[in-house]
């Protein structure tokens, strides 16, 4: 006879269980999935017992303040994420079958957003989705989605929030931009419509080193930390950096740029086409790298046809 073999079976799951701990997750407690998944608190609590009982693994630290995933918990909390959306996914294809998308798609996005490049989009998604009606919120602050009843947010952020769900769609650049003129004199090298400081004398190089340089006149959002952008701009150009105007609208930043009034930090889908022709000029300045525009929304259970064919929409075309 040969000895049998011991084979390693994968525990047994409920799949309400599951979702229960992910709602957990993404509301943040106990309470606010029990309202979001319209469940008694103590069920809740009966469901997360036995999901741990049937991995054999605690996946959440509790106090009566706080909750944090375990190493255990945010393996399987990610690992599952995929599983659920691939189960929801082909839950939704066979479900809705040929049915269309459709209602009213609220979204909140950057104030940048406000360019033709993006308005194209929309009309692209309208062509292939003409059910859906969009009702888009432009802000540069972060908003509730909950609260303020949007479906989606297009937001630039490395650290989504925890409790909310955050779709990749692209990297988005972001350059310190001016108008030539505003450039004539700057003594830094490399900077395209810059003027190279005239030889001197050496008799009045001391005075024109005591002469220090007008300092650059600058833009800022008044929503971020000024020091997180001008450290490197200074650095980078050798000079003084004056904030002359502030705004929370980056579009009126953008056309304050154009009128001359200073450099303006911007993102590549407003300035491009204007960097291409001359009307504007990019500082040689490090900044960081691209960041990543997310679509972020509040939950993927029973995610509406409109919200998932607009989010599936947006990642394939700017993808590309």
């Given at each position: 006879m040969?000895?049998?073999?011991?084979?390693?079976?994968?525990?047994?799951?409920?799949?309400?269980?599951?979702?229960?701990?992910?709602?957990?997750?993404?509301?943040?407690?106990?309470?606010?999935?029990?309202?979001?998944l319209g469940m008694a608190p103590p069920m809740v609590s009966k469901h997360m017992a036995r999901l741990e009982r049937a991995l054999g693994a605690r996946l959440l630290h509790r106090t009566s303040r706080s909750m944090r995933l375990t190493e255990a918990g945010t393996a399987f909390h990610e690992q599952s994420r995929q599983a659920l959306e691939l189960l929801d996914a082909a839950t939704v294809s066979v479900g809705q079958g040929q049915q269309q998308p459709q209602g009213e798609l609220r979204i909140s996005a950057p104030v940048w957003c406000a360019t033709p490049r993006f308005a194209a989009l929309l009309a692209d998604?309208?062509?292939?989705?003409?059910?859906?009606?969009?009702?888009?919120?432009?802000?540069?602050?972060?908003?509730?989605?909950?609260?303020?009843?949007?479906?989606?947010?297009?937001?630039?952020?490395?650290?989504?929030?925890p409790q909310l769900i955050a779709r990749p769609l692209c990297a988005m650049a972001f350059h310190w931009v001016a108008v030539p003129g505003l450039l004539q004199g700057l003594p830094a090298a490399g900077i395209p419509g810059g003027t190279a400081a005239p030889a001197v004398p050496a008799a009045s190089a001391a005075a024109s080193a005591a002469a220090a340089p007008p300092p650059l006149p600058v833009i800022l959002p008044n929503y971020v930390s000024p020091d997180r952008l001008t450290a490197g701009l200074q650095q980078a150009l050798g000079r003084r950096i004056e904030a002359v105007m502030q705004s929370s609208d980056t579009t009126l930043s953008y056309h304050a740029a154009q009128a001359g009034i200073g450099a303006a930090f911007m993102p590549a889908w407003l300035v491009e086409d204007d960097l291409a022709h001359g009307r504007l000029l990019r500082l040689p300045v490090d900044t960081g790298g691209a960041r990543t525009l997310h679509a972020v929304y509040a939950s993927r259970r029973q995610m509406p046809l409109k919200l998932r064919s607009f989010i599936d929409f947006l990642a394939q075309r700017l993808a590309a």
């Open positions: 040969f000895p049998m073999q011991a084979t390693m079976t994968a525990p047994e799951i409920d799949l309400t269980s599951m979702r229960v701990f992910h709602a957990i997750v993404e509301a943040g407690s106990f309470a606010a999935a029990a309202d979001r998604y309208r062509r292939a989705c003409p059910a859906v009606r969009l009702d888009l919120h432009l802000d540069n602050h972060m908003v509730d989605l909950v609260s303020g009843g949007f479906d989606v947010a297009l937001r630039m952020t490395a650290e989504p929030a």
